[in-house]
């Protein structure tokens, strides 16, 4: 049974920051693609990055709104995804989801909060 | 970009509801799928592969469409089913959502 269980969230600061982390089980995290996506308070769902799978290469792309402050790696070894955070506003509060994709097919985690407040 | 339509659908209980979900580019039926969402909740994977029902599913959810047009339809509302839902475009980077609509009670 495939799961994906985030963990990581919390309060922090404007300017600080915070790692996300999505553990997953029931498949073999090399050989898919995996994305994070955010759902701010009210508001729908957007999407904030994706790492690709070992084929290709482990390629990240990111939404322009966090570009260059987030960043996605992968221990496969650990079956394991994360989402490093930096430079947070307070625009960054959402729940965050661990996505991955098998032929067409999403699973998502349970989703974690980040507040970022001072 | 996709674009869902409408915002807000005000049905009874029995109607049957019809949403839209258009891409500003042709995009692969197999990466297009539908959510419902109730607040506090995970999205629920309804549709996959523009047409076909996820697990558990009942079935007066169906999905159809290819191209730039999608559709969603609910054959006869249940109580449970007012919601918002979501299409998601999953196959090129950058991922993309519609910006949802919400069914709500007339």
């Known amino acids: 049974e495939v799961q994906l269980v985030e963990s990581g969230g919390g309060l922090v600061q404007p300017g600080g920051s915070l790692r996300l982390s999505c553990a997953a089980s029931?498949?073999?995290?090399?050989?898919?693609?995996m994305d994070w996506v955010r759902q701010a308070p009210g508001k729908g769902l957007e999407w904030v990055g994706r790492t690709k799978n070992k084929a290709r290469s482990y390629i990240t792309d990111y939404a322009a709104s966090v570009r260059g402050r987030f960043t996605i790696s992968r221990d496969d070894s650990k079956n394991s995804l994360y989402l490093q955070m930096n430079t947070l506003k307070t625009e960054d509060t959402a729940v965050y989801f661990c996505l991955m994709f098998w032929s067409g097919y999403p699973y998502w985690g349970q989703g974690t909060l980040v507040t970022v407040s001072s | 970009v996709l674009t869902q339509s409408p915002g807000t659908l005000s049905l009874s209980p029995g109607e049957r509801a019809t949403l839209s979900c258009r891409a500003s580019?042709?995009?692969?039926?197999?990466?297009l799928v539908w959510y419902q969402q109730k607040p506090g909740q995970a999205p629920r994977l309804l549709i996959y592969?523009?047409?076909s029902r996820a697990t558990g599913i009942p079935d007066r959810f169906s999905g159809s469409g290819s191209g730039t047009d999608f559709t969603l339809t609910i054959s006869g509302l249940e109580p449970e089913d007012f919601a918002v839902y979501y299409c998601?475009?999953?196959?090129?980077?950058?991922?993309?959502f519609g910006q949802g609509t919400k069914v709500e009670i007339k």
């Open positions: 592969d523009a047409s």
């Open positions: 580019q042709s995009i692969s039926s197999s990466y």
């Open positions: 029931g498949f073999t995290l090399s050989d898919h693609y």
């Open positions: 998601h475009q999953i196959g090129l980077s950058p991922g993309t």
